[in-house]
């Protein structure tokens, strides 16, 4: 593992680098691979600094970004750069509209768009267009980003678009899985909520719970943050060490509407 700590290239929803910082988790030593399959941001992949992983999320234009910093690193900084000197507010929605029929470019729009919209968030609407509005950071590109070492990290990670269960399915004896799913609760108004213009159902939690269930008669060691409430603690009830965790949520935009909220880890 590395021995540097890295902090995300991306601000993500629901991002867990708090729990690091709040002295509430450390990733257990494990000899295998890394195995998360709901990156998102990346805080604990990169907060942990394994020399082997497998990640994937359901996002395929996410999952872009992590390729081009992996493989096409110098083509991606170029391509971001150019989005820094043209930033202004007309060029983030004429950006915002555009279609990239190559991967580097896709990145580098995909990340511009991330720093420099509303507080970081991803949302899609029903077309699958990324739609969330210009907010108030101008800076593209920071003294604190570290291009070089978030490529370095990603040397040894295999990264795929894919089902959760797929890559869960992959762990075996030795490797660690991370996983941070949406946080679907059974009594939802709907039983669902949206995730990435698919529906992460009730039906997804219990086909999570199973599949970590089944890595670890395998032997894979295991961490799952998930929503505290009572329909997802019954349906890990008597499976692995159930923890509660405090936090305050980022996503008001105002810092005095960010409540104090809890939320469950479970632990192999």
Not at 34 to 59: I, K, Q
Not at 73 to 97: F, P
Not at 166 to 186: C, H, L, S
């Amino acid at each position: 593992m590395s021995k540097e700590p890295l902090k995300p290239f991306l601000k993500w929803a629901g991002g867990k680098r708090w729990m690091f910082e709040s002295g509430q988790f450390a990733t257990p030593s494990f000899p295998g691979r890394y195995v998360e399959p709901f990156l998102g941001g990346g805080a604990v992949f990169f907060e942990t600094g394994p020399e082997r992983a497998v990640l994937s999320d359901s996002n395929e234009r996410l999952i872009e970004v992590y390729v081009a910093i992996r493989d096409d690193l110098d083509r991606l900084v170029l391509l971001l750069q150019g989005h820094a000197a043209a930033h202004s507010k007309s060029y983030y929605y004429e950006t915002r509209s555009r279609s990239f029929p190559d991967l580097a470019e896709r990145a580098a729009q995909f990340l511009y768009l991330n720093r420099t919209c509303w507080n970081g968030l991803y949302r899609e609407n029903l077309k699958g267009q990324f739609n969330v509005p210009i907010g108030t950071k101008q800076t593209v590109i920071s003294t604190a980003d570290n291009f070089i070492a978030w490529s370095a990290a990603l040397q040894g990670a295999e990264l795929a678009t894919s089902d959760f269960e797929q890559t869960i399915n992959r762990a075996g004896e030795g490797d660690f899985i991370f996983a941070d799913p949406p946080y679907t609760v059974r009594h939802n108004m709907n039983g669902f909520v949206k995730y990435n213009q698919n529906i992460f159902a009730w039906n997804d939690q219990v086909r999570l719970r199973d599949a970590i269930r089944r890595a670890a008669a395998r032997g894979a060691l295991f961490a799952i943050t998930n929503a505290d409430h009572e329909s997802v603690r019954d349906l890990y009830r008597d499976f692995g060490h159930h923890r509660q965790l405090g936090r305050h949520s980022v996503i008001a935009a105002k810092a005095m509407h960010r409540a104090q909220s809890t939320e469950l880890l479970i632990t192999s």
